[in-house]
């Protein structure tokens, strides 16, 4: 049956995200959807699969449909934490089994291990959905949405968040269903994410289908590639730096970050196995490693959010970590951009006051800020190209709007260490290349030094020199790899 969307308008709230979109989806075809982030995408898959109703127009819909997007996830794990027993608990509550949650009529269905198999999904399925990492979470939400059997699937940028290996095993995965007659629709901001099962080609802008086509016609698109198109400033002008934290007193030959003989586990479970690791000043890194490796932990090392740092050898700006200082001493110096902390960034405050935060180290602001800090987040959402949202309430930004607000958050106070996880996540190109050459000009600048984690090697930013591998240790858990070379002491 042809899916049809005729003038079809979305409003959310009093916010129009889609208008006048006119859309027929014919049996056989395979779309992908490209567009910028706050174009609409993300609404128009919650429109075609059923969750977001159309405010006018009229529109015929296959069912059933399954809907795979970061803001699903997230809801899944919010209902994780508010069902957090572990304080009552003699133990830590792992959450929904992986197996439950997926919920498969029968776990010996042929269908049902062949994806646990082509999605590496063996290893997971006894464990609890709080203690997987975000890649890991990803493939779940996937293998759930098969077990449904959709007629229509609906990936919400499918493989941000997935290392190598898993990109490959999930393309594998869709260009299978798609032979067997499931039509996909791909909400994409990369054009390197199509796939060559993909038939037809629609570009979104500001909620509007303002190009489609096959797959041919739209590729050549002349009007599509001047949409896209970017020009990254070589000098940017930097935001005015406030001086809200005391100077970092540190001896000229300590290293920034030293790892001794890191252990981390969790429960059974090794994380970290045997990890050694010095960041000396002035170096930055990239950080990388297959999903569940540990890299997330390791951040969380230097963070202080893991409890774990103080039982280990770790020093942090020339001082063992448990010699006396506070989280938000360590924080002070650090600026921070995360899926996890992004998650977690769930309060009601406009796009201002969350860059706002990033200068007090907290989610909201509970404190009054002066003008002159309210005029340095709006220099750097100027900067990012958000101004126009400033006063709009982050909950209702796009996922990459969201994320382009948390990177100015971590950026306000221009930290001494910014820790990148992932922080091109839900990007589109246009913005992720923006983002990427300012990253560049601020490590050139030499204030900020960058840990940066990503599975996309096209993602390179060229003043990062260094890099780190987590790779599988003897004995189980991850260990590090320097340049090829796996350490055994620091």
Request: with cysteine.
């Given at each position: 049956?042809?899916?049809?969307?005729?003038?079809?308008?979305?409003?959310?709230?009093?916010?129009?995200?889609?208008?006048?979109?006119?859309?027929?989806?014919?049996?056989?075809?395979?779309?992908?959807?490209?567009?910028?982030?706050?174009?609409g995408?993300?609404?128009?898959?919650?429109?075609?699969?059923?969750?977001l109703?159309?405010?006018?127009?009229?529109h015929?819909?296959?069912?059933?449909?399954?809907?795979?997007?970061?803001?699903?996830?997230?809801?899944?794990?919010?209902?994780e934490?508010?069902?957090?027993?572990?304080?009552?608990?003699?133990r830590?509550?792992?959450?929904?089994?992986?197996?439950?949650?997926?919920?498969?009529?029968?776990?010996?269905?042929?269908?049902?291990?062949?994806?646990?198999?082509?999605?590496?999904?063996?290893?997971?399925?006894?464990r609890?959905?709080?203690?997987l990492?975000?890649?890991?979470?990803?493939?779940?939400?996937?293998?759930r949405?098969?077990?449904?059997?959709?007629?229509?699937?609906?990936?919400?940028?499918?493989?941000?968040?997935?290392?190598?290996e898993?990109?490959?095993?999930?393309?594998?995965?869709v260009?299978?269903?798609?032979?067997?007659?499931?039509?996909?629709?791909?909400?994409?901001?990369?054009f390197?994410?199509?796939?060559?099962?993909?038939?037809?080609?629609?570009?979104?802008?500001?909620?509007?289908?303002?190009a489609?086509g096959?797959?041919?016609?739209?590729?050549?698109?002349?009007?599509?590639?001047?949409?896209?198109?970017?020009?990254?400033?070589?000098?940017?002008?930097?935001?005015?730096?406030?001086?809200?934290?005391?100077?970092?007193?540190?001896?000229?030959?300590?290293?920034?970050?030293?790892?001794?003989?890191?252990?981390?586990?969790?429960?059974?479970?090794?994380?970290?196995?045997?990890?050694?690791?010095r960041?000396?000043?002035?170096?930055?890194?990239?950080?990388?490693?297959?999903?569940?490796?540990?890299?997330?932990?390791?951040?969380?090392?230097i963070?202080?959010?893991?409890?774990?740092?103080?039982?280990?050898?770790?020093?942090?700006?020339?001082?063992?970590?448990?010699?006396?200082?506070?989280?938000?001493?360590?924080?002070?110096?650090?600026?921070?951009?995360?899926?996890?902390?992004?998650?977690?960034?769930?309060?009601?405050?406009?796009?201002?006051?969350?860059?706002?935060?990033?200068l007090?180290?907290?989610?909201?602001?509970?404190?009054?800020?002066?003008?002159?800090?309210?005029?340095?987040?709006?220099?750097?959402?100027?900067?990012?190209?958000?101004?126009?949202?400033?006063?709009?309430?982050?909950?209702?930004?796009?996922?990459?709007?969201?994320?382009?607000?948390?990177?100015?958050?971590?950026?306000?106070?221009?930290?001494?260490?910014?820790?990148?996880?992932?922080?091109?996540?839900?990007?589109?190109?246009?913005?992720?290349?923006?983002?990427?050459?300012?990253?560049?000009?601020?490590?050139?600048?030499?204030?900020?030094?960058?840990?940066?984690?990503?599975?996309?090697?096209?993602?390179?930013?060229?003043?990062?020199?260094?890099?780190?591998?987590?790779?599988?240790?003897?004995?189980?858990?991850?260990?590090?790899?320097?340049?090829g070379?796996?350490?055994?002491?620091?």
């Amino acid at each position: 049956m042809t899916i049809r969307l005729d003038n079809i308008g979305v409003r959310i709230k009093k916010s129009w995200c889609l208008r006048g979109v006119t859309w027929d989806l014919e049996p056989g075809q395979q779309w992908a959807v490209v567009g910028g982030n706050g174009s609409g995408k993300s609404a128009l898959g919650q429109l075609l699969c059923g969750t977001l109703l159309a405010a006018e127009g009229t529109h015929r819909l296959v069912s059933p449909a399954a809907l795979v997007s970061f803001e699903a996830l997230g809801d899944v794990l919010q209902h994780e934490r508010d069902q957090d027993d572990s304080d009552f608990l003699d133990r830590i509550d792992h959450g929904t089994p992986v197996l439950q949650f997926v919920g498969p009529d029968d776990a010996a269905d042929r269908d049902f291990l062949g994806w646990v198999t082509r999605l590496g999904c063996h290893d997971l399925l006894e464990r609890g959905l709080r203690f997987l990492s975000t890649g890991e979470m990803r493939k779940v939400m996937i293998l759930r949405a098969l077990v449904s059997r959709p007629r229509l699937l609906v990936l919400d940028e499918p493989f941000d968040g997935l290392d190598v290996e898993a990109r490959g095993a999930l393309r594998q995965v869709v260009a299978a269903i798609m032979a067997q007659g499931v039509q996909v629709v791909l909400l994409l901001n990369r054009f390197s994410d199509l796939l060559p099962e993909v038939t037809h080609l629609a570009y979104l802008h500001a909620g509007e289908l303002v190009a489609q086509g096959t797959r041919e016609m739209m590729v050549g698109h002349e009007a599509l590639q001047r949409l896209h198109a970017f020009h990254a400033e070589d000098s940017p002008s930097l935001p005015d730096r406030p001086v809200v934290q005391p100077p970092l007193a540190i001896a000229a030959d300590a290293p920034l970050i030293a790892m001794k003989d890191v252990n981390v586990r969790y429960g059974e479970k090794m994380i970290l196995n045997g990890f050694n690791w010095r960041v000396a000043q002035g170096e930055h890194w990239k950080i990388s490693g297959p999903n569940g490796a540990g890299k997330s932990t390791l951040l969380s090392l230097i963070t202080g959010d893991n409890p774990q740092a103080y039982a280990n050898n770790i020093s942090l700006f020339g001082y063992k970590k448990g010699s006396g200082e506070s989280v938000w001493q360590i924080k002070q110096h650090l600026g921070v951009v995360s899926a996890l902390f992004h998650q977690e960034y769930r309060v009601r405050v406009t796009a201002k006051v969350a860059v706002i935060s990033g200068l007090f180290d907290s989610v909201g602001v509970y404190r009054s800020y002066t003008p002159q800090q309210e005029q340095v987040a709006l220099q750097w959402l100027r900067l990012l190209k958000m101004e126009a949202v400033a006063e709009r309430p982050f909950s209702r930004l796009s996922y990459g709007e969201q994320r382009l607000v948390l990177l100015a958050r971590a950026l306000i106070k221009q930290p001494r260490v910014l820790i990148l996880d992932e922080p091109c996540q839900g990007l589109d190109s246009l913005h992720r290349q923006m983002v990427l050459a300012l990253i560049d000009y601020l490590g050139r600048q030499g204030h900020c030094q960058i840990l940066y984690v990503t599975h996309h090697a096209e993602d390179r930013i060229p003043c990062i020199q260094h890099h780190l591998q987590l790779v599988a240790a003897d004995g189980g858990g991850f260990t590090a790899c320097i340049d090829g070379v796996v350490e055994r002491g620091v």
